[in-house]
């Protein structure tokens, strides 16, 4: 891939780095901050809904803007967001800086794939928007355990101020993309517009609840680990590991899966495996081999979620596939949110164990709410395996998007 993708794949890298490394230094955080476990828990709360709420509405507002303008904008806010978080001097302050860098992050991701498919033909769409978002796998592979091993050992203050640096580097190569006009204004209404069919609202509601459940086990995954690793940083740092290569194999197993046996039947095994996994990991990672084991499984479970309902989401709005995709990715983001919340009512009320039950029970949540998905299917068959394409551009399917998708 040329230059210009790796620019934007970089972006992606350092936005995946900022989303994932701060639950493993929560413990951290909080005593720096004077707050609570579970009250530093709400770092990863506000930047997930100002990622999934202000990103939106402010794409909407500044979508028409000149793309290098808004992407440039966008990291420039993310920058500033991280450079608060790191200076704060109590825990107010670093909520306000984790709020900032979240919109800017969800504006830059949102434009970077966009910017990707102008850049490239519709015949290498696919292969140019899996690079670009690749730049999240390769954060959760390689920045996350390096950024929570860099963290133990010196300051999470230093990597957050690293991430400022990096969000700086992309933007010279930035500036020598084409001088792309802004997209037509999409209004905010016409985005929401979907979620008055309820194939589609049930189907975002699936996912949203499977991954809350999920991300309420991650959230939390400093304390989930601590029996396995004693709080040693080289041992988090395996385990961290051995998640990124979990979510690798989830992306491809489940696109091979969706491919083979259709999106309804690829979901309908993964979620209730994940709503079980996410109850015995915080149970059984009690020592480095089954951390390991039950690390792995579950994030290539979690991982796995993503490709077939956005396959569903496609079918079930053809004519509508780039704006459900957009709420897709939404979901994602308030699941990680609300996904903090019910992790800090499980912690609190049952510690380390709490946390398993508090999503557990989500999942069964989740199980519901997939199935009202099927049952309020039409006549449309949802098992197509991509993404159609609208006014002959081509939108590439959950498959492409989910390389480095949440």
């Avoid at 640096?165 to 792309?180: E, K, N």
């Avoid at 949203?208 to 999920?214: D, G, I, K, R, V």
Wanted: aromatic letters at 6%; charged letters at 10%; proline letters at 5%.
């Amino acid at each position: 891939m040329n230059a210009k993708l790796f620019t934007l794949a970089c972006g992606n890298f350092t936005v995946g780095v900022s989303t994932f490394v701060i639950a493993p230094m929560l413990g951290d955080i909080g005593m720096d901050l004077d707050a609570g476990r579970a009250v530093a828990g709400q770092l990863i709360v506000v930047y997930s809904l100002a990622y999934a709420l202000g990103g939106p509405l402010l794409t909407a507002l500044v979508g028409h803007r000149p793309p290098r303008q808004v992407l440039l904008v966008a990291l420039a806010v993310f920058a500033v967001g991280n450079g608060l978080t790191s200076a704060a001097v109590d825990f107010p302050g670093a909520v306000a800086g984790r709020v900032v860098a979240g919109m800017g992050a969800g504006v830059y991701t949102a434009n970077a794939l966009a910017v990707t498919r102008r850049l490239v033909a519709g015949d290498r769409q696919g292969r140019a928007v899996a690079f670009v978002v690749g730049g999240l796998t390769a954060a959760i592979v390689l920045g996350l355990p390096i950024g929570a091993w860099l963290g133990s050992t010196t300051s999470w203050r230093l990597v957050l101020g690293l991430l400022v640096v990096a969000a700086t580097l992309p933007m010279a190569g930035i500036l020598l993309l084409p001088a792309l006009d802004g997209a037509p204004a999409v209004a905010l209404r016409d985005r929401l517009a979907p979620l008055r069919d309820r194939r589609v609202l049930a189907t975002l509601l699936a996912t949203w609840l499977c991954l809350t459940a999920s991300w309420t086990v991650y959230n939390f995954i400093d304390e989930v680990l601590l029996p396995a690793t004693g709080g040693d940083p080289g041992r988090q740092f395996v385990a961290l590991l051995g998640f990124g290569v979990g979510a690798v194999a989830g992306n491809l197993l489940a696109g091979r899966l969706a491919d083979r046996y259709g999106p309804e039947r690829t979901i309908v095994v993964v979620a209730p495996l994940l709503t079980v996994a996410v109850m015995v990991v915080p149970l059984a990672a009690v020592t480095m081999p089954l951390a390991l084991l039950c690390v792995g499984l579950w994030a290539m479970l979690h991982w796995m979620v993503n490709v077939p309902q956005q396959l569903r989401l496609a079918a079930a709005a053809p004519d509508a596939a780039p704006i459900v995709l957009g709420l897709h990715q939404s979901t994602i983001y308030l699941g990680i949110s609300t996904a903090g919340l019910v992790g800090a009512l499980g912690y609190s009320l049952a510690g380390p164990t709490g946390i398993g039950y508090a999503a557990f029970a989500t999942g069964l949540l989740a199980l519901c709410a997939l199935w009202w998905s099927f049952r309020a299917r039409s006549d449309r068959t949802l098992s197509n395996d991509r993404a159609p394409e609208t006014d002959g551009a081509h939108y590439p399917t959950g498959r492409d998007e989910a390389q480095g998708n949440h």
